[in-house]
């Protein structure tokens, strides 16, 4: 991988990102670097890891740990994380919608999805996070996923499936 020096910077931190982000032409993989100290959306480093691999396993991300960078006058060290490069086109809503239904997903409102067999939450599916390639294979980039640990927000989002689902 080339250094980080080297690479050319696609996202900057500035406009609102979970990681500073990079490409490096020569793997023709995204270089994500976590914010110092912080672990995308969530915050906590195991919440990440387990997003990883459910990501990995569930959407064929390709994410891999390359290992951890200290930024000179940082006081946290970064998570550095590689994606592969998808290069096609912003994927529509309809596209998404047949995508996650195919793997089992139920939508809870417009980017927010529910399986509730696995009782996982995946938001931010949206066209700036999907891809689709061509051929019409649809990837997803970057969801957020979650499991919900109460009953009770377990219960609040199988009723608003279940009022989406009857058109309430």
């Known amino acids: 991988m080339l250094g980080l020096r080297e690479t050319r910077r696609l996202t900057s931190r500035e406009h609102g990102q979970e990681h500073e982000v990079f490409f490096d032409p020569q793997t023709q993989r995204v270089v994500k670097l976590t914010k110092p100290g912080l672990y995308g959306a969530r915050g906590g480093l195991s919440d990440y890891l387990k997003q990883m691999e459910y990501g990995n396993r569930r959407f064929q991300d390709d994410l891999m740990i390359e290992g951890w960078a200290l930024m000179p006058g940082e006081q946290a060290p970064r998570l550095v994380v590689t994606q592969s490069w998808c290069a096609g086109r912003l994927s ?13 997903f139920v939508e809870i409102f417009e980017g927010d999805w529910w399986h509730a067999g696995e009782e996982v939450k995946v938001t931010d599916a949206l066209p700036k996070n999907f891809r689709t390639l061509p051929g019409g294979l649809v990837h997803p980039i970057d969801l957020l996923i979650s499991w919900p640990r109460s009953a009770s927000a377990i219960e609040r989002i199988e009723n608003m499936v279940y009022a989406r689902q009857r058109g309430l």
């Open 92 to 104: 529509t809503t309809r596209e998404i919608a047949a995508y996650m239904t195919c793997l089992g």
